[in-house]
């Protein structure tokens, strides 16, 4: 699928082969395009007009290669919009690697999971898509299955104890970036270093410097993943004990038995809150108000002992629960709060308007907590007795573990993240010092690799006492590399790629990306015109019916336009976004299953949502009113007028 800006495909036959021994070939082997029902063929999509020589910003393993096109044309390919929703930044693809290797080893090589394995990824036009690696067979899951048992168990039984040493260790790599010094290149070495020390040049501990944030960077997705999969599996778990005995069971309801929990996640939150509440017990609530930038605080507050004091206790929050991105946090382009203040001082004048109103804004934990336990006491009268041990355990387990499912996002896609690309950012102001390129975010335009090309460039010419040569090689890369940045993403990406699947199983696809037959179905329908109607389909993640105003917001910078009572229109939300829900009536997104973000958020805050619908944002326009029915999955556009007054 393309549009109508692009180029006709290109001629396979003319297209050059890398062979795996480097040999470059004029003659591809031989492939035909997806047949009958499917989606595009990966190798007959077209570049954007604007966006020739794209491939330039991404590592050949991240790229089809025609010497392989037999073998990935015949395998579906789904695109991973629920964490790279948008195109990746040449030097951003380093997340992309690390975060599907983290899943792959974890699944095939640590835990030995005896059905998965992990994921093959590629890059079209910049996005991002994924196919399973086949399973094993029976006789290699009996084997992989005893491994399994013998690790997973020892995590089971030990979870709270190895937990706590996960948080340790994740939280020394989070201040190791953060420590991290990048080397100032001073004219001569300190005297020190000859007098005393004899060690390293500024110059060997800038190349080592940044090797080492690499390696963190590389290191965290072993464990972002070493208790998201468990945690998954024992939910799993549960879901599958829940459906062999409640054949017409719910998702949604089987997911509220394990909700109620609070999770890291809502802590960023909870921090507005009490500052809300702060502010108006010192009586400066009005001058927090009138703020919006950071700035503005201090000379609203700081000159008196009750503003000090509130600003102290905003310092104190910051570390660590504002280091919490904007986006995903996969990407450097989604600043933290911490970096920019303007949706956390909003979320805390729109909390004081509330309290102020009456609102004692405590999150219904306990109510959530009392129709949880009335809906697991429910099912368990319908079981006989010698079934009830087994469905506590599993339930007991799948509670103990779902706070992780979450809360690894806080520790590693924000907090650590926030850390590694701000450090990033160090590297960049010292290269831009010595006029490799002009703006400190440029280096986010080149590749990993290409950084340590620049990095040696300027150790051999700063020891040398010379000029680097980058200033006359990066900047035109750069240019030129935004400008087809721009030019993808301006491209509508299809959801899928090559055959339609024969079947769709695996259980994480269907509640973590929300792709089942029937989302396929819908996808399938579109190309070519899109979806059309007045009525979307998609999970239902959050129960609850709301009418109101659509609101879309595309990207992070558009939350500030979010209206109370409006209906939040997104392809996928962030917890940063977790404030806004104060705001709106219910969800919907176009990615996402039962455990997405979103669903879980919107239960927690008993807010209707419906999401993985597909098209919602390319269907619902903003001030257009609409139902959301977190029951039936459905989204019903109720008129067509779009009124944003």
């Keep these: 699928m393309v549009t109508p800006t692009c180029k006709p495909p290109v001629d396979v036959k003319e297209q050059p082969v890398t062979t795996a021994d480097g040999e470059r070939s004029q003659t591809p082997p031989s492939a035909q395009p997806t047949p009958g029902r499917g989606f595009p063929d990966p ?30 044309s015949a395998k579906t390919w789904f695109r991973n919009s629920l964490h790279f929703p948008e195109v990746s930044y040449p030097f951003d693809q380093l997340i992309v690697d690390g975060a599907f290797t983290g899943t792959g080893v974890t699944n095939t090589r640590v835990f030995v999971l005896p059905p998965a394995k992990g994921l093959d990824v590629r890059v079209v036009n910049g996005y991002t898509y994924m196919s399973t690696i086949p399973s094993p067979d029976e006789e290699e899951q009996a084997r992989r299955a005893e491994e399994f048992a013998k690790r997973a168990g020892h995590y089971f039984r030990n979870w709270e104890t190895l937990y706590a040493e996960w948080q340790d260790r994740v939280t020394d790599a989070i201040r190791t ?13 300190p005297i020190e270093r000859v007098l005393e020390e004899r060690g390293p040049s500024q110059g060997n501990q800038l190349l080592a410097a940044y090797h080492r944030l690499l390696e963190h960077g590389d290191r965290i997705w072993t464990l972002h993943s ?132 009456g609102d004692d804004l405590v999150r219904p934990l306990e109510k959530l907590q009392a129709e949880r336990d009335a809906l697991v006491d429910q099912y368990r009268s319908l079981l006989d007795e010698e079934d009830l041990p087994g469905f506590d355990e599993a339930l007991g387990l799948a509670r103990l573990v779902f706070p992780y499912v979450e809360n690894h996002n806080f520790y590693v ?52 006492g010379g000029d680097p040569q980058g200033g006359h090689h990066w900047p ?36 973590l990306w929300g792709i089942t037959p029937e989302t396929v179905e819908r996808w399938l329908a579109a190309q070519g ?32 336009a979010v209206q109370d009572g409006e209906i939040l229109v997104a392809p996928v939300t962030s917890p940063s976004w977790t404030p806004v829900f104060g705001r709106i009536r219910g969800a919907v997104s176009d990615i996402g299953g039962i455990m997405c973000h979103a669903a879980i958020v919107s239960r927690e805050y008993e807010l209707p949502a419906v999401v993985g619908t597909g098209f919602g944002t390319s269907t619902i326009k903003t001030g257009q009113l609409i ?17 944003v007054s």
């Design 177 to 189: 970036v953060h420590d991290l010094e990048v080397p100032p290149l001073s004219e001569f070495e």
């Design 413 to 464: 896609e924000h907090w650590f993240l926030t850390n590694f690309w701000n450090k990033v950012r160090e590297f960049s102001a010292l290269l831009q010092k010595w006029g490799f390129w002009e703006d400190v975010e440029d280096i986010f335009f080149l590749r990993r690799a290409e950084v340590e090309e620049a990095v040696v460039d300027l150790q051999m010419a700063w020891g040398a």
């Design 43 to 72: 190798y007959e999509i077209s570049t954007p007009e604007g966006a020739e020589g794209w491939e330039e910003m991404y590592a050949y393993h991240n790229r089809f290669l025609y010497a392989r096109r037999a073998e990935d």
């Design 627 to 643: 139902r959301v029915d977190g029951d039936t999955g459905t989204v019903t556009i109720l008129d067509e007028a779009a009124d």
């Design 529 to 560: 015109d899109g979806a059309n109607g007045t009525t979307l389909s998609g999970f239902a993640g959050s129960p609850g019916v709301a009418e109101g105003r659509a609101r879309l917001v595309l990207r992070p910078s558009e939350l500030d």
């Design 226 to 357: 070493e208790f998201l999969n468990l945690g998954y599996a024992a939910y799993l778990r549960f879901l599958t004990l829940c459906k062999e005995h409640f054949p017409e069971i719910d998702d949604q309801t089987i997911s509220r038995m394990v909700s109620g929990i609070d999770v890291l996640l809502f802590r960023p939150d909870d921090e507005l809150r009490a500052l809300a509440r702060k502010a108006e017990e010192l009586g400066v609530g009005d001058a927090v108000r009138a703020a919006t930038t950071g700035e503005e605080l201090i000379t609203g507050l700081g000159g008196t002992g009750a503003g000090r004091r509130w600003l102290a206790a905003l310092e104190e929050s910051k570390d660590p629960w504002f280091h919490f991105s904007y986006g995903s946090g996969m990407y450097h382009s989604h600043r933290s709060w911490i970096d920019d203040l303007t949706l956390p001082i909003q979320a805390i004048g729109d909390y004081i308007d509330r309290l102020r109103e």
């Design 476 to 511: 035109e890369v750069i240019r030129r590399r935004k400008e087809i940045y721009a030019a993808l993403s301006g491209w509508n990406p299809p959801p899928a790629l090559g055959p339609v699947p024969e079947e769709i199983s695996e259980p994480l696809t269907i509640m």
